[in-house]
């Protein structure tokens, strides 16, 4: 979560480098040089050349500076990101009004700083530049030098044309802008959320491991330890008559039951050794609940079996991101609730079934169809307020819940559950598997556990 954070506080045009933008304005040089070329030996137009190599250098210019003052491998900050686009647009500019301006079509090119601006600067420096490329096409379409044929004759368009030409380029300024800016604000939301959701998963694994070697220690220290606390029994019956022997042998029984103990307490959080990679559903449902049972909501735990012909509770695979999602989700619950969290385990012949539901408000109608998604708000502004002051619930902790739960094969639905139909009356989040993706094998197919094996291995 914390790396996540940083990750959106990051200035993103500190991530484009320096060499990116050079090559990019080298290629821009390259294709003007081509065009003035082709427009002068291939159709004989007639073009203030001076002036316009002039316009070309300056970019030539422009790149020598910045390759010669500053490594390839530099990171542009805000600043100076927003002055080179601002350049590029003003280079751009002034090569077009000293060939025709919009008469030229390769006006349309004003289009690409402005888009690449709206894809890694902060809002406000994509619209200065916007606005710019704006001023620059009006201005453009007013003032400009004109471009004449061989025969003298004035190269432009209609007039209608003309004004068409610069209603498409205004209208494309804004438009890409915004869609280029949209779509690339969705996917750094999204690549930051699935990195929070690796670390997530990440960290309940090193969990569980380390759970794993506790309780494999326990179960290992075991017998060594009953056996020192067996034989300092005998020889403390042996010893009553030397007081010093056997005040050092009572301390080794006392020692020996308090590293019992230690590894017993120790023992408690690790449930990943080979006897308990599997549990029963409902014994998986509490450990995700585990850490919320103590908040001041009392959260209820139900079996509902649909049908009884496949018999008792379903034993299933304790594996993290089953236990991580379903924890946030009752988290989320936990946040909401006025009272209480309801938590009901059913499954039938094909399905294992979680529904957990809260008395809170509920989510809106406005947000349930964007449930997933990263960083939004998931319930109302102002119940998230009253029970949790501060709160700024941005939808990561849902989406870390649905990304892992959907990935080890469930099906997750968000609605509001009725009280008029016997529900609580808020929040529902009902987790759906397919019976065959989750559940242990049966004891007699597993065959024999064997040794527990180093984490790794």
Request: glycine share 12%; with cysteine; proline share 5%.
């Amino acid at each position: 979560m914390a790396a996540t954070g940083i990750l959106r506080d990051h200035p993103r045009s500190s991530w484009v480098r320096m060499r990116t933008l050079v090559m990019l304005r080298w290629i821009a040089v390259a294709g003007q040089t081509g065009a003035v070329l082709v427009a002068l030996y291939g159709f004989g137009l007639r073009l203030e050349l001076g002036p316009i190599s002039v316009a070309i250098g300056l970019s030539v210019l422009g790149n020598l500076l910045s390759t010669f003052l500053y490594p390839g491998t530099k990171r542009l900050t805000e600043r100076e990101a927003t002055l080179m686009l601002f350049f590029d647009i003003m280079q751009l500019g002034l090569l077009l009004f000293l060939t025709g301006g919009l008469d030229n079509p390769f006006a349309l090119l004003l289009l690409a700083p402005v888009t690449i601006a709206a894809t890694f600067l902060h809002l406000r420096s994509a619209v200065l530049l916007g606005l710019s490329a704006v001023a620059l096409i009006s201005i453009m379409a007013e003032y400009n030098l004109p471009v004449f044929r061989p025969d003298g004759e004035v190269l432009q368009l209609p007039a209608l044309f003309h004004l068409g030409f610069w209603s498409a380029l205004v209208i494309g300024v804004a438009f890409l802008g915004l869609y280029a800016r949209q779509v690339t604000s969705e996917m750094n939301a999204m690549g930051d959320a699935l990195l929070a959701t690796q670390l997530a998963l990440e960290r309940e694994q090193k969990l569980t491991d380390l759970g794993g070697v506790v309780a494999a220690a326990a179960h290992e220290l075991g017998t060594p330890l009953a056996t020192i606390k067996l034989v300092s029994a005998e020889l403390v019956a042996d010893a009553a008559g030397d007081p010093d022997l056997l005040e050092d042998l009572l301390l080794i029984r006392a020692q020996a039951d308090r590293c019992r103990d230690i590894l017993q307490s120790m023992g408690r959080a690790g449930k990943n050794d080979n006897l308990l990679r599997s549990a029963p559903l409902e014994a998986v449902v509490r450990e995700a609940a585990e850490p919320h049972l103590d908040r001041g909501k009392a959260i209820a735990f139900y079996l509902a079996p649909n049908d009884t012909g496949e018999g008792g509770q379903p034993s299933i695979l304790r594996r993290p991101e089953i236990i991580h999602g379903l924890r946030n989700l009752v988290q989320n619950g936990v946040d909401f609730a006025k009272g209480g969290v309801d938590i009901e385990s059913g499954w039938t012949a094909n399905s294992i079934t979680v529904r957990i539901t809260d008395d809170g408000p509920g989510f809106t109608q406005s947000s349930l169809s964007r449930i997933g998604d990263p960083f939004i708000r998931g319930r109302r502004a102002n119940a998230g307020r009253e029970t949790r002051p501060g709160y700024e619930g941005m939808g990561l902790g849902l989406f870390i819940a649905k990304t892992l739960l959907e990935r080890s094969g469930a099906r997750l639905v968000f609605a509001n559950s009725s009280s008029k139909l016997g529900g609580k009356g808020g929040a529902l989040v009902i987790v759906e598997w397919p019976r065959a993706v989750v559940e242990a094998p049966p004891a007699g197919a597993r065959g024999p556990l064997g040794a527990n094996l180093p984490i790794g291995a």
